[in-house]
């Protein structure tokens, strides 16, 4: 029995659930499913205005944003989706901090629901580092279903993970 890497914090039952519809083929279809939707954001340039635009939205008095792009150098399957940096430079005698967020480019590809989940996680870490209490209702806050959605998220990249191992 494989170990499910992605789903290696959740209950042995639920892992045990997932195993089982992967026996019967169902994943990619419930995947499917389930996130239809693509999204547009293609560009560079459509995602730092896609993460703006959540962030005005939810984050409007934080600091501002000075990047944010899809990073090929990202490995999904090292646990890195995204990433948050803030950047400190002296400029003029004073501090500037500038904050990047970079998102694995295997997300220009992913449904739309995964990427906004993708973009929330990252945001939310302008305002909470830790992945805390605090961390999760920010999430929830700018994404009602960020739960589900990581759980299915972690799914997908179970999938995409099975279709790479099984490729020549």
């Known amino acids: 029995m494989e170990p ?30 389930k996130y239809a939707e693509p999204h547009a954001v293609r560009s560079d340039g ?22 944010v792009v899809y990073d090929s150098t990202l490995q999904v399957m090292k646990h890195a989706l995204g990433t948050h940096t803030a950047i400190s430079r002296v400029h003029g005698g004073k501090l500037k901090a500038r904050r990047e967020i970079r998102i694995a480019t295997v997300f220009r590809d992913a449904p739309a629901a995964f990427l906004k989940m993708i973009a929330v996680h990252e945001l ?24 589900q959605l990581e759980f299915d998220l972690r799914l997908y990249l179970t999938l995409m993970e099975m279709r790479e191992t099984k490729e020549p």
């Not at 039952?13 to 419930?30: F, K």
């Not at 805390?132 to 994404?143: G, R, S, V, W």
Request: glycine share 4%; with cysteine; hydrophobic share 35%.
């Open 4 to 33: 499910l890497k992605y789903l290696a914090g959740y209950p042995q039952d639920l892992q045990e659930r997932v195993r089982a519809l992967i026996a019967q083929d169902g994943l990619a279809p419930m995947l499917a499913k």
């Open 46 to 67: 459509q995602l730092y205005d896609y993460v703006q635009a959540l962030k005005e939205q939810y984050l409007r008095r934080s600091v501002p944003l000075g990047k």
């Open 124 to 147: 939310a870490h302008i305002r909470e580092a830790e992945h805390n209490k605090a961390f999760y209702q920010l999430c929830t806050h700018m994404e009602p279903d960020y739960h």
